[in-house]
């Protein structure tokens, strides 16, 4: 066995003995990133990025079917517009980078880096907007931020990550509602139909929405430990922005108004989370839709006469329609099975010179890990049903985890106990205080997920102080 | 005529009056950039960013097709890596942002934002190259960069700007010279075939090269105004970089060798060459294979029946294949004509009640401004024909005002004269000393573009001091 060789089959540390090395473990050797020598920014290697980029485009694609156009604004923030909306500052400016120096000179005033680029698009959007008539205003950017945090695991919380930030400007507040909610469900249609990942739409309280917003909606997910990543957020700003930036228009009625704003985001801890929903112990499960790779051909016995050129063949014929590999290295076919298991690539193809007798392949399923021998004259249209069929497997694997890691808490020593002992989402009924959230999450380090859409009356009393409850909420140990 | 309608028909200031006038009109009244609060940084609007994103995907398909793939770097570079190559650092130092401030905390050491990102490359290489069997590398980023610079101009010369950077390594310096040249080949293809830009091919002197650099070759356009402009750049390391880095593989005679690295890079500034080759006193001119728009419909007498719901049929028609727009607004059709001309739109077509009486739609070019009768039955067929006619009268255009602003000089009264009163490219002979760039430098304001790889013998002296002539330069000042 060769040196390469033996790096490669060295297991994979188990989910169960240790959740976040098996984490690390994959994303170092499925080679998504490696680390930077800067603290908490990570070099995000080809097969990480060629996910980004499918996430990029299915996204996008979904942003541009909704009327929304791609700007680009600067990446720095002077601090004097940094201050000009009162509760933003205040959730963002302790965790920016500073500008002070351009080349030798100190400057007059600081620049951040934009942490996230509402105050950009106010700016802009007090510039351009005049009339009804440029309403709405439906933008959409693609970029990078920088957030000062302390701890940081790749993916999940990095100073520097990759994002898209929508930022809406609407002429009532009914519109901007509507907007808020329609792009909350598009993130969530998106991680279902494309990620493979059930998400909980609901509203957040206000202790945890967003700096600034009116209302903040979320897609909470569940991972394989049970502990909950709030995968996308998508917040109604109101006028508040409007009004700090004087953002008005005048309407048909021929008088002034302040617009009313939005703002929504998904970032590449969309990445994380495909990890830790879909992986095992053999590697990365990726879903076929955003697989770099959708299958792999492996020929067998590949120094027989007309092995490879089968395999290539059939590599031709599968590129025009699937994002195909043909491995023809002169690694062991063992060797190529663990390594694209490891991977997560949905479906390998084997080829060898009895299957080519047999004018056949070999099927195997990275998810069930089944076998099927299918005909060389259908092989597209089996691939096709395959990997559709693997994407559902996995979102229905997905919903079932989930299912299995909700509970229901009635009282507080029951919320408590299963905190600590299953994790997963738990649903408990709440009074709507803060001071509730603040010792539920003193005692547990649970925090309240979301306000899920669809309430249910659990029970009639808060599960923490007894009191009349309001709402239903999921709380959860969360990334 | 309502306010809007006025502001629009506004005239652009024209060419020959003011060039620098004309373009930042086209730039502001186009919609491609709006300035920002930040000093030298732009917020790239819809239309300009749409320009962008066509750029970026015909650019991004050479590369894959080149074998290149897509990672993502930090954007902070710690002060110490930067010095690593002693030329690279010298060349970039004075001008990048320096981040000294993480939230409240003072760093111990500073970052700098990335100016360009070979340090984090050869840091990352270092990391993964280790065998003969890692190489070639060949990565490539999209990204934003910063650079200090004294006087900006939109696209031209920002602060920040978007661009790609192409990194990669190889064993041997046969193949990194390879590299270098073929994405320098690339990119006059994608200049030529997308953006209708006729490029001299050439390699820098060394005063113009790249910081740290052994050799940097360019492709060099003209403006209509007589300018060049630097339009890519592809720089061969040696192994330079590797060294500073310890950059090493163990080869297959199991001995340690030094990477031999290149990098080439693209640039916002292109949209600004497309502005100055093609524009006219009437706007925009933009090569159908990038452009937003590709056809604009406007339909006329649209208050009779019929006519708009026939605009729309063609539209879904003809979207299936082109970035087609429908303007059903109630602006007038002069204002139409003349908004989507300044707007640059190759192709628009006009339907009325009398059009489609006669099955027919009118064709009208925006290069020049012929009227088409086309019959509605083959529109799509028209349409294709016609698009493909206007790309290459574009580029013949822009090579026949090369053509005629490129002079030969072969006494130094004779270059200073031309480049004085004519401009354009002066071709003339050179010494390869330094001081003779400096001199006319200093006489002219012009610069050495570049030694174009078809050299010919104009005459056996340097232009400048009469001594024995080494290369012909093309010669003129830049943007």
């Not at 979904?62 to 791609?70: D, I």
Request: hydrophobic share 35%; aromatic share 10%.
């Amino acid at each position: 066995m060769a040196k390469d060789e033996k790096k490669l089959v060295e297991e994979i540390t188990s989910m169960n003995e240790d959740f976040a090395k098996w984490y690390t473990d994959i994303v170092k050797k499925a080679k998504l990133v490696d680390y930077s020598g800067i603290r908490g920014c990570m070099v995000i290697q080809p097969y990480g990025y060629a996910i980004w980029e499918n996430i990029q485009k299915e996204l996008d694609r979904r942003f541009k079917e909704t009327g929304h156009e791609n700007v680009y604004m600067p990446m720095f923030i002077p601090e004097s517009l940094l201050q000009r909306e009162k509760d933003h500052v205040e959730g963002f400016a302790p965790e920016v980078a500073w500008v002070t120096h351009g080349g030798t000179e100190k400057l007059e005033e600081r620049l951040c880096v934009r942490p996230t680029s509402e105050t950009l698009f106010c700016d802009h959007y007090a510039n351009i907007i005049h009339s009804y008539r440029d309403l709405p205003k439906l933008y959409n950017q693609w970029c990078n931020v920088v957030r000062w945090e302390k701890t940081t695991r790749p993916f999940l919380r990095t100073m520097e990550f990759l994002w898209q930030e929508g930022h809406t400007a609407h002429a009532t507040a009914e519109e901007a509602e509507a907007e808020t909610l329609r792009m909350l469900n598009v993130y969530a249609d998106f991680c279902e139909k494309e990620l493979a990942i059930p998400v909980v739409k609901g509203r957040k309280t206000d202790k945890e929405k967003f700096a600034g917003a009116k209302a903040t909606y979320t897609i909470e997910s569940l991972m394989h430990d049970g502990k909950a990543l709030q995968s996308g957020t998508s917040h109604n700003f109101g006028d508040g922005f409007a009004k700090a930036f004087g953002i008005q228009y005048t309407g048909e009625d021929n008088e002034l108004h302040y617009v009313h704003q939005t703002s929504w985001g998904m970032t590449t801890r969309l990445i994380g989370a495909i990890i830790m929903v879909h992986g095992d112990d053999a590697g990365l499960k990726l879903p076929p839709r955003i697989a770099p790779i959708q299958a792999v051909i492996v020929p067998i016995a590949q120094h027989k006469e007309g092995v490879i050129e089968k395999a290539e063949q059939l590599r031709a014929t599968l590129s025009s329609k699937f994002r195909v590999k043909l491995d023809a290295s002169d690694k062991s076919p063992g060797w190529k099975f663990s390594e694209y298991e490891m991977k997560g690539v949905p479906l390998r193809i084997e080829i060898g010179p009895k299957d080519i007798e047999n004018n056949q392949a070999v099927l195997v399923s990275r998810t069930t890990r089944e076998k099927f021998f299918v005909s060389l004259d259908n092989l597209e249209e089996e691939v096709a049903n395959h990997l559709e069929k693997i994407q559902q497997e996995m979102l229905d694997a997905a919903l079932q985890n989930r299912e299995e890691k909700t509970s229901v808490a009635v009282s507080y020593d029951e919320f408590k106990e299963t905190i600590e002992n299953k994790g997963g989402f738990v649903k408990a009924m709440w009074c709507g205080d803060v001071e509730c959230e603040n010792k539920i999450k003193e005692d547990t380090s649970a925090t309240s997920r979301c306000m899920p859409f669809e309430q249910e009356e659990l029970s009639e009393s808060c599960v923490c102080c007894g009191k009349p409850a309001k709402k239903m909420v999921y709380w959860g140990k969360a990334y």
